[in-house]
């Protein structure tokens, strides 16, 4: 109970501020899929790489307006059910980063949103057996790799500050070797609320 309270307490102090200052914060979570290079018929590999594209991608991502439309935010997105690697192997891809981000209003009701930013591609490979710390137990192993993100979206402003997003993010995953290209294209839609106003 006492985190809880902790939580809503820096939420709480975090609207103020937001309010006070003028400045604006969204939330927002989304659903989309991703597109990659697809998986060569000509591999002469036994297990050759997978494809990223495919699969529902649900989405939480968050911005904090610093000074007039520029500031900060962040994202993270997984795919919602395991695929299969090679037809034998369970596996989730997990996209998190940190941007700058840069929303401009072009309307009373609408506002671009584009961000640059660091983070990593996290794939779960899943096994049949638990893997016990000293504080936690785990049933996969983990492959992380660095990325840079580009992304775009669209603020659509149905009524105050709820919005929908359409956007696309673009990731460049450093040596990306589990999959078929090192881009990885991720598109779908976000609705989220924007305090402070817009």
Sequence with gaps: MKKITFWLAVGATFLMATAAYGQQ???AFGLGTTHSASVSSNSTSPFPPASLTGGIYPSFSGDFLLHKSFGVGGEIAWR???A???FSQPYRPIFW???GVYAPKLGPH???ELSAGIGAESTRFYTNYVTCSAISCTNY???THFLGQFGGG???YARGGLFVRPEVHVYA???????TSNIVVRYGASIGYTFGGH
């Design 97 to 99: 980063d940190f941007d």
């Design 110 to 112: 609408v506002a671009a």
């Design 173 to 179: 995953v450093k040596n990306n070797f589990e999959y």
């Design 154 to 156: 669209l603020k659509l």
């Design 141 to 143: 192993a983990t492959s």
């Design 80 to 82: 919602g059910g395991q």
């Design 25 to 27: 914060m969204d939330f």
């Design 84 to 86: 299969n690697y090679d």
